[in-house]
């Protein structure tokens, strides 16, 4: 079973930066797509990017369009999600995820792995 292991959460003010970083095997880094999703509280979890397994796609959620990136790392087998321009409703849980088939990007259930989670909190 794979793990993917995320890291770099925490609390940062309105308008500032954060990257968080999701490390996978090589195997699946490089024969699968890597999506980002987050989970507020009391909210279902919502699709936030993705980039599919060659690298030369990103596909983002509206609500992040222009202030999160997902670049990636190939030596080390990471994919990260550059976040800027931090607003408080960005505050959640943040997951990576990985998919080996193509399909619709933003469907969790379309996801094969799935890291453990690390909080995101923005203050006013």
């Known amino acids: 079973q794979e793990q993917l292991v995320e890291s770099g959460g925490g609390l940062v003010q309105a308008g500032g930066s954060l990257r968080l970083s999701c490390a996978a095997s090589?195997?699946?880094?490089?024969?699968?797509?890597m999506g980002w999703f987050r989970q507020a509280p009391g909210k279902e979890r919502e699709f936030i990017a993705v980039i599919n397994r060659a690298g030369d796609e990103t596909y983002y959620a509206d609500s992040v369009k222009g202030r999160f990136t997902v670049p990636r790392d190939d030596a080390k087998n990471t994919v990260n999600l550059q976040m800027s321009n931090l607003k408080p409703e960005d505050t959640a849980v943040y997951y990576c995820?990985?998919?080996?088939?193509?399909?619709?990007?933003?469907?969790?259930?379309?996801?094969?792995?799935w890291g453990q989670g690390t909080q995101v909190t923005v203050s006013s």
């Open positions: 995820a990985a998919r080996l088939v193509a399909g619709t990007w933003s469907a969790a259930h379309q996801y094969d792995y």
């Open positions: 090589r195997r699946t880094f490089w024969t699968h797509a």
